[in-house]
């Protein structure tokens, strides 16, 4: 078994200076139509100080190394992992006050609350996700929506319709930036964040679903 590799090393000066981690505001999201009655929102730069929540989360969360079956073959998932179920108190109080502004914005569309918060750490480029959408429990057959905040270096989102096919949309995700994946989006519709050869350092994904989306 490969041993894993270790967290990254942080380097304060790489991201954004500011003060104490909070969401701006949302009024600057813009939406992008999909195939299927699929959407995806984007706003850059949602997240003010950013590099210090980053570095807060790289410390305090549980960060674990997962392995999982393929075939006959035991790998190890390339990115380390964290989840926060509802009820659940999430690692920073500004993960509260993000899904609480999303509760509000998206209420008229969603219905309800995001609830849980499921964490990725990519420690460098060759960490990934490949293609899959969040097909488990509700969203295999309902419209739901998943938020992402994106903090650390740059990586891109890919999309593509479900059952394969090139690349639709390619979705530069840089620190502190918002993403929605709403509609039919998780069923409809794959994404994925591929490898990259680019020296890229470490990245934290903060995603919040609602009750029995995964």
Known sequence: MTAPRPLPGLQGSLFD????????PLDGIRRTALDGGAWIDHL?????????????LVERVPWRAEERRMYDDVVAVPRLLAYYREGAPLPHPALDEARSALDAHFASELGEPFVSAGLCLYRDGRDSVSWHGDRTGRSSTRNT???????????????RPRGGGPVALRLPLGHG??????GSCQRTWDH????????VGPRISVQFRPRGVS
Not at 177 to 182: A, P, R, S
């Open 17 to 24: 200076q500011g003060d104490d981690p909070r969401p701006g």
């Open 145 to 159: 929506m998943v938020a992402i905040l994106s903090l650390g270096d740059p990586r891109d989102l890919a999309l």
């Open 177 to 182: 930036d918002l993403v929605v994946m709403g």
């Open 192 to 199: 994925a964040i591929p490898k990259t050869s680019r020296a």
């Open 44 to 56: 850059p730069g949602w997240f003010q100080g950013a590099d210090a929540l980053f570095e807060e």
